[in-house]
């Protein structure tokens, strides 16, 4: 598991300057995030369901425009 983990508000900061492909940026968001889920620290996990509940309606959005 990654020691320095991001945060709900690092995501955001992440996609608004992210410059290259942001479908790369959303499947590496979505991997992190799955990865996440597995741990066993709850804390971790509270914080990667915080993201994809944020996350996953602005993805529907996006694709769907």
Do not use: C
């Amino acid at each position: 598991m990654n020691l320095f983990q991001k945060s709900l508000g690092d995501l955001i900061k992440g996609a608004r300057f992210f410059t290259g492909d942001i479908t790369s940026y959303n499947s590496q968001v979505l991997n992190e995030i799955k990865e996440e889920l597995k741990s066993r620290d709850y804390d971790i996990k509270t914080t990667a369901l915080i993201k994809i509940l944020y996350v996953k309606p602005l993805l529907l959005f996006l694709f769907n425009s």
